[in-house]
């Protein structure tokens, strides 16, 4: 026996509908916001990396060039930028090769 104030079956199930709607619709906001939260702290540390690597290469050419002047006394200017470039390059050479070594170890099967 139904009275005037009880609701239909139709229409308590269009309110759960409705208001499962709204809270999908909530918690979809609310993972938005926690995302552009963690974006933006990446996007700020990305910005701190970028700009310490570049002052961390400024440093890097500030010692090539104090070392080419050094060894400029001893040797000359052209001999000394041909010793620092031979020597730097005979660096990233080594660097070279023990990188790809790493990748060879990791890209092979493990039995």
């Known amino acids: 026996m139904l009275t005037g104030d009880d609701e239909s079956l139709s229409s308590i199930v269009g309110r ?8 999908a619709t ?5 993972y938005k916001a926690k995302f552009g939260e963690t974006a933006n702290a990446y996007k700020s540390a990305a910005m701190f990396f970028a700009v310490a690597g570049t002052l ?4 890097l050419i500030a010692l090539l ?3 080419i002047l050094t060894l400029a006394t001893l ?6 930028t041909a010793i620092v470039v031979i020597v ?8 070279a090769m023990i990188g790809k070594s790493k990748l060879q170890t990791k890209s092979e099967p493990v039995s």
Do not use: N, Q, R
């Open 88 to 95: 730097v390059l005979a660096l990233a050479g080594i660097l």
């Open 56 to 59: 961390a290469l400024a440093a």
């Open 65 to 67: 060039v104090g070392a």
């Open 75 to 80: 040797v000359g200017p052209g001999w000394a």
């Open 26 to 30: 909530a918690e979809v906001a609310v």
């Open 16 to 23: 759960l509908a409705s208001e499962t709607k709204s809270l």
